[in-house]
Antibody, heavy 120, light 103 residues
Framework: QVQLQESGPGLVKPSQTLSLTCTVS??????????WNWIRQPAGKGLEWIGR???????SYNPSLESRATISVDTSKNHFSLTLSSVTAADTAVYYC????????????WGQGTLVTVSS | IQMTQSPSSLSASVGDRVTITCRAS??????LNWYQQKPGKAPKLLIL?????HDGRFSGSGSGTDFALTISSLQPDDFATYYC?????????FGLGTKLDIK
């Protein structure tokens, strides 16, 4: 069974860059037709899809964040990462990584989530 | 694509049958998934493709712009927040959620 685990700093200062990593176990990040996603959720609010990486090397982003978000992958470590630049308090949220199955139409496995607070 | 869920909150009793609806701002065919989220936990996939079961105690229906999630005979473990999610087009978008609590 695939498992995902987010890691990274829990506190980031305004205007700095947020960096998170999602480590995948129980399967190779480079195998199959899977998509690897980042999704976030501000406290008490709904879910926002940030972007995704496809195992053949393509990425897609939410236009609302595209200018600030970058998703990269390290197949040797079986993990993928999110960087979000020029953060503000509005970027404070729980950040989840999640896998999409074949076709990328659903999020079938999720990490537990990690809270990132943007504050000075 | 905007996803509108209703109601935003719902109180029900163990054993009740409940239905939550989700409307898309344009035709999404059947590219609609449902998730359950409990406090402090990640969402869990319940239904994919509008009606394909991922978890046997829940059923989904609908196509085009109007969809529904039905929980038959509520169990204590079902009290949570439910989200719909469209995956027809980018960016993927979610409804704002329906919080189901105990009456």
């Amino acid at each position: 069974q695939v498992q995902l685990q987010e890691s990274g700093p829990g506190l980031v200062k305004p205007s700095q860059t947020l960096s998170l990593t999602c480590t995948v176990s129980g399967g190779s990040i480079n195998s199959g037709s899977y998509y690897w996603n980042w999704i976030r959720q501000p406290a008490g609010k709904g879910l926002e899809w940030i972007g995704r990486f496809y195992s053949i090397g393509s990425t897609s982003y939410n236009p609302s964040l595209e200018s600030r978000a970058t998703i990269s992958v390290d197949t040797s470590k079986n993990h993928f990462s999110l960087t979000l630049s020029s953060v503000t308090a509005a970027d404070t949220a729980v950040y989840y990584c999640a896998r999409s199955g074949d076709g990328g139409y659903d999020f079938d496995f999720w990490g537990q989530g990690t809270l990132v607070t943007v504050s000075s | 694509i905007q996803m509108t869920q209703s109601p935003s909150s719902l109180s029900a009793s163990v054993g009740d049958r409940v239905t939550i609806t989700c409307r898309a701002s344009q035709n999404i065919v059947n590219y609609l998934n449902w998730y359950q989220q409990k406090p402090g936990k990640a969402p869990k996939l319940l239904i994919l493709g509008a009606s394909s079961l991922h978890d046997g105690r829940f059923s989904g229906s609908g196509s085009g712009t109007d969809f529904a999630l039905t929980i038959s005979s509520l169990q204590p473990d079902d009290f949570a927040t439910y989200y719909c999610h469209q995956s027809l087009s980018m960016p993927h978008t979610f409804g704002l959620g329906t919080k189901l609590d105990i009456k």
